[in-house]
C-alpha cells in the first residue's frame, strides 16, 4: 500500500459558532501541541534511578493568518478583529482542526495569546494560540477497499 502524504495547506483550522464552521482567515501555519506533566517517583527497587508517572494532559493550538476583516453579519472566516473580541472576553470557543475530509480533531479552548506583525511594505499578519480545555477528540474515517487500498470516506 503507497503512503499518503499531506500538505498543510490541506489542514484547516476553524472555529466552530453557532453551528457553523469558520475558518482561521488567509491561515498561513497552524500547529497541535501536546504535553503532559510527570510527578517525580523512585522506589527501592529501582535503586535511586529516578522515575516518573504521568499526571495531567494539556494542548494547544497555534496559528498564523493574514489580516482581513471581518464581516460581523455573516462571517465565512475569523480575522484578527474577530478572534480580540473572542479573547478579551475570555470567550469558551468550539474549534476544529480538518485534514482534508480524512483527519478530524475537535475540542473547546480559549485564546490565550494574538500577536500583530506589521511590517513596512507587508501584508499586514497575526498569530495566535488557543490553550486547550478537557480532552480533544480525533476522528479518522476510512474505508477498506481490498487488500492494497484504502479509500477513505
Partial sequence: MAETFYKGEEQILYLVVDSIDC?????????FSESVEMLDTTTRENAGWKTSKPTNQEYSISFEGLQIITDQATPTRYSLDTLKVLKRARTKIEWKIATGSVF?????????????SAPVGELLSFSGTITGFGEPTET???IYEDSDTLIYE
Avoid: K, Q, R
Avoid at 475558518?23 to 500547529?31: G, H, V
Avoid at 478530524?104 to 500583530?116: P, R
Fill in 140 to 142: 479518522t474515517t476510512f
Fill in 104 to 116: 478530524t480533531d475537535t475540542g473547546f479552548g480559549y485564546i490565550t495569546e494574538l500577536s500583530e
Fill in 23 to 31: 475558518p482561521i482567515a488567509c491561515l498561513t501555519s497552524n500547529s
